[in-house]
């Protein structure tokens, strides 16, 4: 199997005795990361309801609304599934290895999860609201009753958690609309105020861009006391979902996919196959959304019912393509770099968050709200750039990223070593 001069493309049991990285898992975390910035975005840039339609604000011309189908078809999603399958995978690395150096497995898993949750809750409320690292920390500490799980077992019960999940809100929103449809007078307030929320009238519009514009104190008063629970309600609200991504993301680890261990004509197959029809399956769901004027509830449950399967096998044929680049491109200079950006990936996603932060909200340059869908994506080109160029030099001197070595000796409550020993 092809690889970079000192590299290894280990199975499971290879990687977790010796220690060796697994280098195409550090590329497909690499390109994950930057594919996160991707999605969010919109987030950062615009009050949340623009995040899934163009309708909501942020421009409703041609090329927005391109930008807007092109990240529906590609990036919405996917980039969270794949980056929640990598977290699962991770997790079961770090285990193994805690296993296989005489640690106590349940004290290394736990430690991480802890603090993890602690870093999610700071990102949260002192820097952006839409964390992940919280939803991953408290699903990531039910792994360690799961790690000795089957392939089979670990995907079938991801698969279940991810389909209840869609179920759920799928019964909710068709609920609505029936309700709605049928004459219901007690459903048309609560139908027309889920509507109302993807327009630039909407309160929710009008809230968050007069918090986002304004200074630090009011985005903390807005985040603690208007909004204090949302990291423990959005545990509720995505667990099932999340829970099942990182099953899966344990299956494929397990099955070699992101262990590097599938040969490259069978990382094309899965490629071609999955990315071939989870992209046929959102065309057709963009072809409705948009005859029908990008209808909110079409809209909403496009993206939150009908999609997940088709996007859940894309975010699997995304894994399949990335390890296919790490083998293929293994020498070249640009895959070094998504790989150290992939080893720097923590402090990669939590850099971005304080840098667009910085320059949308008020305290920084006061961006939000005025910079068109299409344009957000020149500050992603530019952030790329940013992660591309630091993350190398730094790892070449340091054995880890900043905030990944914070996270390792707060676990280990240890100051650990920093310096390279390459």
């Known amino acids: 199997m092809r690889g970079g001069a000192g590299h290894r493309w280990p199975h499971r049991g290879t990687a977790a005795v010796t220690g060796t990285r697994i280098t195409a898992l550090d590329v497909t975390r690499g ?37 807007w189908a092109v990240n529906y078809m590609l990036i919405d999603s996917k980039m ?27 004290r290394t898993h736990i430690a ?14 002192l820097i952006w609201w839409g964390d992940i690292l919280f939803l991953y920390a408290a699903c990531g500490m039910l792994l360690l009753m799961l790690r000795n799980w089957s392939v089979r077992a670990l995907a079938i019960t991801g698969a279940v958690l991810i389909a209840l999940q ?25 139908y027309d105020r889920f509507v109302g929320q993807f327009t630039a009238g909407s309160t929710q519009f009008a809230e968050q861009m007069l918090v986002y514009r304004g200074d630090y104190a009011a985005i903390l008063y807005h985040r603690f006391i208007e909004h204090g629970t949302q990291p423990f309600a959005g545990v509720a609200q995505f667990g099932a979902e999340t829970l099942g991504l990182m099953l899966i993301g344990m299956a494929l680890f397990k099955s070699g996919l992101l262990g590097g261990a599938w040969p490259i004509g069978r990382l094309m197959t899965w490629c071609g196959r999955c990315l071939a029809l989870g992209i046929i399956a959102n065309l057709a769901l963009l072809v409705w959304q948009v005859a029908t004027g990008l209808d909110a509830w079409v809209v909403a449950t496009s993206t939150i019912v009908w999609s997940v399967p088709f996007d859940v096998v894309m975010s699997i044929g995304y894994v399949a393509l990335f390890m296919l680049l790490a083998q293929r491109f293994a020498e070249s200079a640009i895959i070094a770099r998504v790989a150290a950006t992939g080893r720097a990936a923590f402090t990669n996603y939590l850099g971005t968050s304080v840098v667009m932060t910085s320059l949308f909200y008020g305290y920084g340059l ?33 054995a880890y990223g900043p905030m990944e070595w914070l996270w390792r000796s707060l676990a280990r409550w240890q100051l650990q070593p920093i310096r390279s020993h390459a």
Do not use: Q
């Not at 344009?375 to 750039?385: D, I, P, R």
């Open 31 to 67: 390109f994950a990361v930057m594919g996160i910035l991707a999605m969010n975005i919109i987030a950062f840039a615009w009050p949340e309801p623009v995040y899934m339609t163009p309708m909501a604000g942020g421009g409703s011309n041609i090329t927005d609304v391109t930008a």
């Open 80 to 106: 969270r599934g794949l980056f929640s399958m990598l977290f699962g995978a991770s997790a079961l690395l770090v285990m193994d290895r805690a296993d296989a150096a005489g640690r106590n497995i349940a």
């Open 112 to 125: 991480r999860m802890a603090v993890l949750g602690l870093f999610g809750l700071l990102h949260y409320y």
């Open 166 to 190: 869609a179920l759920f809100y799928g019964s909710a929103l068709l609920a609505i609309r029936l309700a709605h449809d049928g004459g219901a007078a007690s459903v048309a307030k609560e």
């Open 366 to 398: 006061g961006l939000f709200g005025e910079v068109s869908r299409a344009a957000c994506y020149l500050f992603v080109l530019g952030a790329w750039a940013l992660m591309l160029l630091w993350s190398k030099p730094w790892l070449e001197r340091y």
